[in-house]
């Protein structure tokens, strides 16, 4: 014989109040005095786990006890008839729990459940506090560790291709949170003038895709996979930070005797992208996000890179009014390959040579570089070797010349290094994506390399209330007001308290 909802419910209020009996009986009782903190606290852990799996589906059973009042529409329109109460599935962090809901229907309607909206379930069985968990770690560790830590903490696993498909699904709406008005900038961020824009690239490991016909016989060590480009760019505001040539030299080359500098101003509203799409994509992003970004506030804009001509080209061409500059630590590599080309790695002058060589080049003498290189390269005893190298760097600074007016950039407080964008690069992408037997298919990447910028961001928290809002759209057709992640509540109650 079926149980009523009413018996139901009354039976769940006996299993939780009986469970929570257990455990202030452990806490308290006679069982517990010979137990270790360890014990003590996984047995509790564990009993509040089976508790709140209890406590969840009371919840779940008592609002759908109640029948909703007034007509029930379908999207279009129609009135729809009373139909049953069917189930539906619900995979917490708690485990699994299997509820029935009322469902209305019409000859030629879908059937329409008014609590699924009401309560704004996703379209799977998987929770979005669930899959919020499990996206936040997966967008920093492997899917296979995720998995495992899941099980270790909640007791029941996971599959790694749940973790797959959820972290596709709920990075839908990354570019759409990006695209959003950036809020007014705060008393801090006013002084905020120069608008930055960085971009890099960095290789990915991707699942080639099949192919239509046989291939030919791969050849003897030929690589199944390969590393493919994803175009990394960064976006931020930052105050002027003046320094003079004979600072900046002192630091790259960290001489020891140099003074304190003065503290370095931080990047502001910092976002990070990254796409497989090729430079053309990432940077008509970048370009549309800089426009959004740029105001009355904004002074200075400037854009860094390395010395790679199609990376400049694009970028000089999304955005023309941002001022191109080449990364120092590049061009400072470059002098330093020079200065091992005609002293040698270990000659005690090597170091003075390349201090005098930086600060020319940071006081705006790149032609005086450039003339002085040839000459010295035309020692007799020089290898071929090493004056193709000492070439190299005198056509690096050739090409870049436009790019390296390092007297009037620092002079105007602009950033000269590529640092952020850097950084990106190894934090973002290789830190996750070239993981040892890593192999991605294109769309995996994307979504992965979409959260973790939004993680590594710290923007976290408002991407996820920015989610749940258009995905409840998406499947209610109506918005939702998704209150702050409870975490943020528990801790301000607890702090005003």
């Known amino acids: 014989m079926a149980i009523t909802a009413e018996q139901s419910i009354a039976q769940r209020q006996a299993e939780g109040d009986a469970q929570y009996r257990a455990v202030l009986a452990y806490v308290l009782g006679a069982g517990s005095q010979t137990d270790g903190a360890y014990e003590a606290e996984l047995r509790v852990f564990r009993s509040v786990l089976a508790l709140g799996r209890t406590l969840l589906r009371l919840f779940f059973e008592q609002r759908a006890a109640v029948r909703p009042v ?107 949170f990006y695209e959003r008005p950036v809020e007014a900038e705060t008393a801090v961020a006013e002084a905020a003038t120069i608008l930055v824009a960085q971009a890099d690239g960095k290789g990915v490991p991707v699942v080639q895709p099949a192919p239509t016909a046989r291939p030919a016989r791969r050849g003897k060590g030929a690589p199944p996979n390969r590393l493919r480009e994803a175009v990394v760019t960064a976006l931020y505001t930052i105050q002027p930070y003046p320094r003079t040539p004979e600072e900046v030299t002192a630091v790259l080359l960290r001489e020891t005797d140099r003074p304190a500098p003065n503290p370095r101003p931080r990047p502001i509203n910092k976002e990070l ?34 010395g790679a001509h199609a990376l400049q080209d694009q970028l000089r061409a999304a955005l023309p009014a941002h001022t191109l500059i080449l990364d120092i630590i590049h061009a400072v590599e470059y002098l330093w390959a020079a200065g091992n080309a005609l002293l040698g790695e270990r000659h005690p002058e090597r170091t003075a040579w390349v201090h005098d060589h930086l600060l020319a080049l940071l006081r705006g003498q790149v032609d005086t570089v450039v003339t002085a290189l040839p000459t010295a390269a035309a020692e007799p005893t020089l290898s071929t070797t090493r004056r193709d190298t000492v070439a190299t760097t005198i056509g690096y600074y050739q090409r870049n010349t436009p790019f390296m007016r390092y007297d009037q950039y620092l002079a105007r407080g602009w950033p ?20 040892a037997g890593m192999r991605w298919t294109k769309d995996g990447a994307h979504a992965i390399l979409d959260l973790r910028a939004i993680r590594l961001t710290d923007d976290w928290d408002p991407y996820w209330a920015f989610h749940r809002q258009r995905q409840h759209r998406r499947l209610y057709g109506s918005s939702a007001t998704t209150p702050p992640p409870p975490d943020a509540q528990f801790l301000a109650s607890a702090t005003a308290a």
């Open 70 to 176: 007034g007509p029930v529409t379908a999207a279009d329109g129609p009135v729809l008839t009373y139909h049953d109460r069917r189930p539906v599935t619900y995979l917490s962090v708690f485990g699994k729990i299997v509820f029935r809901r009322h469902a209305f229907t019409a000859p030629g309607q879908a059937v329409v459940y008014p609590l699924d909206a009401e309560l704004s379930l996703p379209e799977r069985c998987y929770s979005d506090l669930l899959r919020e968990w499990s996206g936040f770690g997966s967008a920093d560790g492997s899917f296979r560790e995720v998995v495992a830590m899941l099980e270790r903490i909640l007791g029941w696993p996971l599959s790694v291709q749940a973790l797959e498909t959820t972290a596709r699904e709920d990075a839908v709406d990354v570019a759409a």
């Open 273 to 306: 992208r990254a796409t497989l799409d090729g430079k053309a994509v990432a940077l008509a992003r970048l370009a549309a996000r800089a426009q959004r970004r740029d105001g009355p506030q904004i002074v200075d804009r400037v854009a860094l890179t390395d």
């Open 416 to 435: 000269i290094g590529t640092g952020v964008v850097e950084s990106a690069c190894g934090h973002l992408v290789k830190d996750r994506m070239q993981q």
